[in-house]
């Protein structure tokens, strides 16, 4: 599509920041991108290939279209603040995790609340920092637009951002993004520190008995602590009750600890409540045929596999690698539509790889 955006500006070269300039710089966008990290701002520019990136005097010069605010929540308005006064015709998008807090804080500014589009793009790594950022990131992701009293020029130019980064656009009140991503985002979090922090009074010689299960459920401890901080004070009304309800589940679950019977029932919960999980795109949850592949430890297999299935025109819904260092062969588990787990079975073994079903 012919862009209406020319110039964007964005405050924050972290790692959803600089991943929505390398996006926007992909569709011919230009990217003023600024940061109070001179470390943080260097190196975005460099990997926007970019020596004009950040460049102060160049941004006095271009007013922007649009300025994407991708700073920790409790920045906002002073970077509001900051921005009003070298653009009095501010526009802003932000793309904050919380959405009632920011609304609230721009209320209280010089900006007027029809002049700011919140947004919360549904993506992100447990590694923060330019250095991490992806221009795909984004692709396939929920992003969260609160339309409510925003200017319709901003709005157009919000879905715009949106598009281009390849965001599924979703549309909430504040209240209900702040209400949901308590449970879908803030408390996944919370559950991943608490189990790493037991980790500290871990015997050392026990944690070497570490395997893929604890690295998972415990991924998200590596995320930042201070923007974490700050996310976690400033939805503490809708985390509050979810963390009662985790805290009676637990009592329970002590209490039932030594009944075989209990315990079946609380593992057979967990897998129901994320059997509701939904699919790609948000989409219905569904049922996938998974197929393991041998493969030897050499150049080339996955692309051949990945090739191998192209040939039939069948898509892979996910994909998992597992491999031990040292060893000769290691598993490709990919998952296809039940339609096509068949299909994709007799080719792969009619191709001569090592095909399995799997559980």
């Not at 603040?81 to 932000?94: G, T, Y």
């Not at 002049?115 to 330019?130: D, I, K, L």
């Not at 998200?220 to 700050?230: I, K």
Request: net charge negative.
């Amino acid at each position: 599509m012919t862009s209406k955006l020319s110039h964007v500006r964005i405050v924050g070269a972290g790692l959803i920041g600089t991943s929505i300039a390398l996006a926007l710089k992909s569709a011919g966008i230009h990217i003023s991108l600024a940061d109070s990290d001179p470390r943080a701002q260097s190196l975005a520019r460099d990997i926007l290939g970019d020596s004009k990136v950040g460049d102060s005097n160049e941004d006095v010069l271009e007013v922007e279209d649009l300025c994407i605010i991708a700073t920790p929540p409790e920045a906002l308005t002073q970077v509001i603040k900051a921005e009003i006064q070298r653009n009095p015709e501010l526009r802003v998008m932000d793309v904050s995790s919380i959405k009632t807090k920011p609304l609230l804080d721009v209320s209280k500014s010089a900006l007027s609340t029809s002049r700011f589009a919140p947004t919360h793009p549904m993506a992100g790594r447990e590694v923060s920092g330019p250095e991490s950022a992806r221009g795909d990131l984004f692709t396939g992701r929920p992003w969260v637009l609160v339309r409510e009293g925003v200017d319709q020029d901003l709005l157009a130019h919000a879905e715009e951002v949106i598009a281009i980064c390849g965001g599924v656009l979703m549309s909430r009140s504040a209240l209900d993004h702040d209400r949901a991503v308590a449970q879908v985002s803030h408390l996944p979090q919370i559950v991943a520190s608490l189990l790493a922090r037991t980790l500290e009074s871990a015997d050392r010689s026990d944690l070497e008995l570490a395997g893929a299960g604890l690295r998972d459920t415990t991924r998200l401890a590596d995320s930042d602590p201070v923007l974490w901080g700050q996310i976690i004070a400033s939805n503490a009304d809708a985390i509050r009750p979810l963390l009662i309800s985790l805290q009676n589940d637990l009592v329970s679950l002590l209490e039932g600890l030594d009944e075989s019977e209990f315990a079946q029932a609380f593992i057979a919960g967990g897998g129901q409540g994320r059997a509701r999980i939904p699919g790609k795109h948000g989409g219905q949850p569904r049922e996938y045929f998974n197929v393991t592949i041998v493969i030897e430890d050499k150049p080339g297999q996955l692309a051949a596999i990945i090739e191998s299935c192209a040939q039939i025109e069948v898509n892979i819904e996910d994909l998992l690698i597992e491999h031990t260092p040292g060893q000769d062969t290691g598993l490709i588990t990919l998952s296809f539509l039940p339609s096509d787990g068949p299909t994709v079975m007799a080719h792969l073994h009619h191709e001569g790889w090592k095909v399995h079903p799997s559980r």
